[in-house]
């Protein structure tokens, strides 16, 4: 089934498109973004259950922009109606007047937004509606997986199940395009907690899709392995720091991918001069195994969408072929600046934010060598499990993750020992050119949302196939 549009940006549609008319009166270019939201988060533990809203992403505004022939303004507001009409007008006027050019760009520097005419309106699918659900049916199915998951060993402390789904629709106006789109997507985690002595260790499996709350199943599957391997990090051991023959699961390539070329390829930093990546388009930059992918229309994950928030269509853009740096991702601004065409990553955190450049779905390409292969071609080295976090900086190319644990291999042989917690560390280039092996399954996750900055945040996903590097850890 399809995702249904909001029935208030419906009913409002002839509101949105007579503020349009009235803004087209004084400027050559202007456009509408609104956004209905709607969101839930479930959560349990041994103690309690909770049932809750974010009012980041739950969230009911608009955004005009407009464009006067040398600047660009924009207007947020979160109430319309006719009386409103000339207060609107008026403000985004001053917004027009205060507006400040970008560093280092004169006036007229770009013309007016790309506007080619096109009509479009579609929604995300789904099997089953959260909201028809409903709270009571959602928090029982986690309480079983919870239950479901202590039963496993009288070594757990507790265990954390949760889920959270959010809906959206966004109508896009412009004087010659009229865009709706709807999407759902649900995440779900489970995180089971065990302790000996003082020593507190977790596990976690993170399931998320682009869809509804069929990802319940998919959570319960996976709860027993969550309980089995919190018990077996009670026996880790700390890492001696070196450098390794690692396979990575397709979460850890994920977060590599997301750290090592993701934020450094976004090109609103190109236009600010913050990224090392735009003076090596063109050149190699990871090995020939390595293609990069990013964009809302490259997989079906909670990166997902048809259209971005300013109005440019889903792309799916490849930063890295065969090794080589292809091009970055990009906002419909930056893109002005640079010269370039926007590739549909223009997102807000909300309608009281602007449109950055930020990443959607990011991932390697699969290749074509078997993970027994990789493990076995390992002399002694370890395969990673479980992203907990990661940073990078895109000025000098460092990355720096954390991984809850490592599986140590020897001979070509999982021994069973665990190596618990994980620094990854190292220069971009050297961990992907250091790439040797890739398998064919890729996997996407979206459990988390990206920041940028110190207060924007969007939903993604990132991923890839198992991967076999060269790779420093601590």
């Not at 409103?84 to 507006?99: H, K, T």
């Not at 280092?104 to 659900?133: H, K, N, Q, R, S």
């Not at 720091?241 to 190109?270: L, Q, S």
């Not at 027994?372 to 720096?400: T, V």
Request: proline share 4%.
């Amino acid at each position: 089934m399809k995702v249904e549009h909001s029935a208030y940006i419906r009913r409002n549609q002839p509101l949105f498109q007579e503020l349009l008319r009235l803004l087209l009166k004084e400027y050559p270019y202007a456009s509408i973004l609104a956004q209905d939201s709607r969101e839930r988060s479930y959560r349990v533990n041994r103690a309690l259950s909770s049932v809750g809203e974010d009012s980041r992403d739950c969230a009911r505004g608009f955004v005009v922009r407009v464009w006067d022939g040398a600047r660009v303004a924009e207007h947020s507001f979160n109430r319309i109606s006719e009386e409103r009409m000339p207060e609107l007008v008026e403000r985004v006027r001053r917004a027009v007047a205060d507006a400040p050019l970008p560093e280092g760009v004169e006036d007229a520097a770009c013309g007016a937004p790309d506007d080619e005419p096109l009509t479009f309106c579609d929604a995300t699918e789904y099997e089953i509606d959260p909201a028809l659900m409903g709270d009571d049916a959602i928090l029982s199915r986690l309480m079983a997986i919870r239950d479901r998951t202590l039963s496993r060993s009288d070594k757990l402390l507790d265990c954390i199940a949760q889920a959270t789904w959010n809906r959206t629709t966004k109508l896009f106006l412009s004087p010659r395009r009229e865009l709706t789109q709807s999407v759902l997507w649900t995440t779900g985690a489970v995180i089971a907690l065990a302790a000996r002595g003082q020593e507190i260790k977790d596990s976690m499996i993170s399931i998320s899709n682009l869809g509804g709350m069929e990802l319940l199943d998919r959570l319960e599957a996976g709860a027993d392995r969550v309980a089995d391997t919190v018990v077996e990090l009670l026996d880790s051991l700390p890492m001696v720091p070196g450098e390794y023959d690692c396979v990575c699961t397709p979460e850890v390539t994920g977060m590599i991918v997301h750290e090592a070329f993701g934020h450094g390829v976004e090109m609103d930093m190109f236009v600010k001069k913050r990224a090392l990546a735009e003076r090596f388009v063109g050149e190699r930059v990871a090995s020939p195994l390595v293609t990069m992918r990013d964009g809302a229309a490259s997989a079906p994950q909670t990166g997902s969408y048809f259209f971005d928030d300013e109005g440019v269509m889903a792309h799916d853009t490849v930063v890295i072929d065969r090794g080589v740096l292809h091009g970055g991702i990009s906002d419909a601004r930056s893109a002005a600046l640079l010269g370039t065409v926007p590739t549909g990553n223009g997102r807000r955190e909300s309608y009281r934010r602007k449109a950055y450049t930020r990443m959607t779905n990011t991932f390697f390409e699969g290749g074509s060598d078997r993970v027994e292969d990789m493990i076995a071609s390992i002399r002694y080295g370890f395969l990673l499990e479980e992203p907990a976090s990661g940073m990078e900086d895109p000025k000098n190319w460092g990355i720096q993750c954390m991984v809850n644990f490592a599986r140590e291999i020897r001979d070509g042989k999982l021994t069973g020992r665990v190596f618990s917690p994980i620094v990854l560390t190292g220069y971009v280039p050297d961990l992907l050119k250091s790439i040797t092996a890739m398998s064919p399954e890729v996997e996407l996750s979206g459990g988390g949302f990206c920041g940028k900055g110190y207060k924007e945040w969007v939903k993604v996903s990132d991923g890839g196939p198992y991967i076999k590097a060269r790779i420093r850890l601590g």
